[in-house]
């Protein structure tokens, strides 16, 4: 799913680089608005279940204020993120996976607890939702961010 994350991320970014910044940004009616803002929610999600993962102090800020108003420093963060993600998970082992795993959520204030896959699925559930929303957005705009499958990522699947 890491691999995933940034395969789709690099697709993602290519198409909305085409797209004008001031077309990227309009309110589409999305949950976090437009484009640009989709794409910060994702990067501020990814952010916080990595700090809570992993102690890293990223830089975070309140849910649904933009972390980067400019496109391009966006998508040199967005990045470095996927690299980190890619890093991490590379590390994960399945007794930490199982263990139980706690967070205070910044949301509403309670605390969860669970085996450690359980937040490790959300992170990536979570990306795919609010990538699966901004292929809509992209669409409706008239932009193509072409294949979305997992089988159609390259080196996926062998060809028989």
């Not at 803002?37 to 501020?44: D, K, P, Q, V, Y």
């Not at 896959?117 to 992170?123: A, D, E, I, R």
């Amino acid at each position: 799913m890491a691999e995933y994350n940034c395969w789709m991320n690099g697709k993602l970014y290519a198409v909305c680089a085409e797209i004008p910044d001031e077309e990227r940004k309009t309110d589409l009616g999305a949950f976090f608005k437009s484009i640009h803002g989709t794409l910060n929610h994702l990067l501020w999600g990814d952010r916080i279940w990595l700090w809570r993962f992993t102690d890293h102090p990223f830089p975070v800020t309140p849910i649904g204020e933009e972390i980067y108003a400019d496109f391009g420093e966006l998508r040199v963060e967005r990045e470095k993120m996927d690299a980190f993600i890619l890093d991490w998970a590379s590390t994960l082992r399945e007794d930490w996976l199982g263990k139980p795993f706690e967070f205070k959520s910044r949301l509403d204030g309670k605390t969860r607890r669970a085996p450690a896959w359980v937040f490790v699925t959300q992170l990536f559930n979570h990306q795919t939702h609010h990538r699966g929303q901004l292929t809509t957005l992209i669409k409706q705009l008239g932009y193509d961010p072409g294949a979305t499958d997992i089988p159609w990522m390259p080196g996926a699947v062998e060809f028989v």
